[in-house]
């Protein structure tokens, strides 16, 4: 338990020592309260071969449980679609919803394990924000997190990841991904530019 606390440590003492003071200053914020901070980290799996074999969501389950260190909750279709082979209610996916220590000790992994680990990677996309300040990326395989024994993985399997954030406008949003060390895929040298570092 000591490791996943001096990992959430990191990340809140870079939120408090440097996060704060650069984007109070770049945002002409007036109070620290008002720099955005990131509230929950949300990975979701869409498991579509789960009406056929039970079996592939319960392993993609038991793998988003390690990856995570929670335990995931089943998605069920809200609606039945025949074409699909889908019933209302169905079990189709899985997620969890990380908060606090266990959601900046994630992030911590994913940034500095996770990502790295991917063939030929370059960054990722700086088009996943929204409106409100959140931002989505995808991953193609969960093999990526060592946590995941590959003897074990019959199937890779691509999960979403959902950052949600105070931010108010996706640039906000941006910096604020950006100071935390993601890593954006083409945007390194505006935000350079723009006395961020």
Same mark, same amino acid.
């Given at each position: 338990?000591? %490791?996943?606390?001096?990992?959430?440590?990191?990340?809140?003492?870079? %939120?408090? #020592?440097?996060?704060?003071?650069?984007?109070?200053?770049?945002?002409? +914020?007036?109070?620290?309260?008002?720099?955005?901070?990131?509230? $929950?980290? &949300? &990975?979701?799996?869409?498991?579509?071969?789960?009406?056929?074999?039970? @079996?592939?969501?319960?392993?993609?389950?038991?793998?988003?449980?390690?990856?995570?260190?929670?335990?995931?909750? +089943?998605?069920?279709?809200?609606?039945?679609?025949?074409?699909? @082979?889908?019933?209302?209610?169905?079990?189709? *996916? !899985? !997620?969890?919803?990380?908060?606090?220590?266990?959601? +900046?000790?994630?992030?911590?992994?994913?940034?500095?394990?996770?990502?790295?680990?991917?063939?030929?990677?370059?960054?990722?996309?700086?088009? *996943?924000? #929204?409106?409100? *300040?959140?931002?989505?990326? *995808?991953?193609?395989?969960?093999?990526?997190?060592?946590?995941?024994?590959?003897?074990?993985?019959?199937?890779?399997?691509?999960? #979403?990841?959902?950052? &949600?954030?105070?931010? $108010?406008? @996706?640039?906000?949003?941006? %910096?604020?991904? +950006?100071?935390?060390? &993601?890593?954006?895929?083409? $945007? #390194?040298?505006?935000?350079?530019?723009?006395?961020?570092?």
């Amino acid at each position: 338990m000591a %490791h996943t606390q001096s990992k959430a440590t990191n990340i809140e003492k870079l %939120h408090r #020592d440097v996060i704060v003071p650069k984007m109070t200053k770049k945002f002409s +914020y007036k109070n620290p309260m008002q720099v955005p901070k990131l509230v $929950k980290v &949300v &990975v979701n799996m869409g498991v579509g071969k789960a009406t056929e074999d039970i @079996k592939i969501l319960e392993e993609a389950a038991r793998d988003l449980g390690l990856i995570t260190g929670q335990k995931p909750v +089943y998605r069920r279709a809200k609606k039945s679609i025949s074409n699909f @082979k889908i019933r209302q209610g169905q079990a189709v *996916g !899985c !997620c969890v919803t990380l908060r606090k220590r266990i959601m +900046y000790e994630f992030v911590d992994r994913l940034l500095n394990v996770a990502l790295p680990r991917i063939r030929d990677f370059r960054g990722v996309s700086p088009r *996943g924000f #929204d409106n409100t *300040g959140n931002y989505s990326m *995808g991953l193609k395989e969960q093999t990526i997190f060592p946590e995941v024994p590959t003897d074990r993985v019959n199937r890779t399997q691509g999960m #979403d990841i959902t950052f &949600v954030t105070t931010a $108010k406008t @996706k640039d906000e949003a941006l %910096h604020l991904l +950006y100071l935390l060390g &993601v890593p954006f895929r083409g $945007k #390194d040298e505006i935000l350079v530019l723009e006395g961020l570092n």
